[in-house]
């Protein structure tokens, strides 16, 4: 068995590996009461007046208490997040991690209007949305009872979880991730294409983190 998880590990590539590694070990610090929830959210007082910038980081990686909610977004995140890693963002790590970065500072910014302590479902909603725009054609089969086309499947999921968390107010961390997955998605599909004709800022990542990640 250890083979085996060890091996289903190691295919998930880097960026979804990480993420997915670093939410899990957090959420099980907060369950085994290492940590509370309390330490980890954010808010731009408590970030930066306060001095504990490491709530701009840790919000992005706590899910909650282990629950429904929490193997939800989890699931769904991985799996979106690695395919998009794996086909339109295959060998360009950099490009991938610059597109979460960028995704991570619109929530931080969005943050404070929706009233949002916790981003990690909102950023998992940014993959989710960029890959169901690059594969509108692709049919969704969904939990094995409706079969939709891609680009339905962001709406689909943000339904589920307001009817699995029983409350509107569940809804709107995962419809902030849409809507900054559409910002990113035009920016880097549209705006280049269309309107400037080539890459820009927002469609690849600078030098120095192509350089980090070795693909310079």
Known sequence: MPVGIE?????????TRAWLGLSVLISLAVQCQIVTPLQLYFSWKSAFVNVQPWRAITTFFYFGSISLDFVFHLFFFMRYSR???ESSFANKK????????LSSVMLLAL??????????SS????PIYFWSRRHPS???SLFGLFTISAPYLPVALV????????????????LAGCAVGHVGWFLRDVWTREMVGGPTVFSQAPEPLKRLFGED
């Open 83 to 85: 395919m998009l890693e």
């Open 111 to 120: 943050s404070p209007l929706v009233n949002l302590p916790f981003l990690s």
């Open 123 to 126: 950023l998992a909603f940014v």
């Open 94 to 101: 950099a490009d991938y991690f610059w597109l979460l970065l």
């Open 159 to 174: 339904a589920f979880s307001w009817i699995i968390n029983g409350s509107w107010r569940a809804a709107i961390a995962d």
């Open 138 to 140: 692709t049919p969704i």
């Open 7 to 15: 091996a289903w590990i190691t295919q998930i590539p880097p960026i």
